[in-house]
Nanobody
Framework: QVRLVESGGRLVQAGDSLRLSCAAF????????MAWFRQAAGKEREFVAG????????KYADSLKGRFTISRDNAIDTVYLQMNNLKPEDTADYYCAISKDWTVLSIADSGYDYWGQGTQVTVSS
């Protein structure tokens, strides 16, 4: 059973930086895609960033390019989301997801097989 555990969410002020972590447990395959999504109150869940585990190729939501960076540490099965210059509109629950399909970085949540429980990020103005 695959389990994803996110951490790092907290209350910050506008302009601050924050790094989220997502540790994967129980994987039996080595290649996959991992991604971060977020869901603000009253809104649909949206794609933030993704990474292909084997190649390191990344994809970002256009509106977040330049502020957010996704990275991975293969040795400890962890993916990170570095968020800089945070804005109040970044306030959301952030979720980590993993897909067994390592050939494509989907921006749709239907493209992922397992999800974490989420970590809350609140950005005050």
């Amino acid at each position: 059973q695959v389990r994803l555990v996110e951490s790092g969410g907290r209350l910050v002020q506008a302009g601050d930086s924050l790094r989220l972590s997502c540790a994967a447990f129980g994987r039996t395959w080595r290649n996959n895609a991992m991604a971060w999504f977020r869901q603000a109150a009253g809104k649909e869940r949206e794609f933030v960033a993704g990474v292909l585990w084997s190649s390191g190729n990344t994809k970002y939501a256009d509106s977040l390019k330049g502020r957010f960076t996704i990275s991975r540490d293969n040795a400890i099965d962890t993916v990170y989301l570095q968020m800089n210059n945070l804005k109040p509109e970044d306030t959301a629950d952030y979720y980590c997801a993993i897909s067994k399909d390592w050939t494509v970085l989907s921006i749709a949540d239907s493209g992922y097989d397992y999800w974490g429980q989420g970590t809350q990020v609140t950005v005050s103005s």
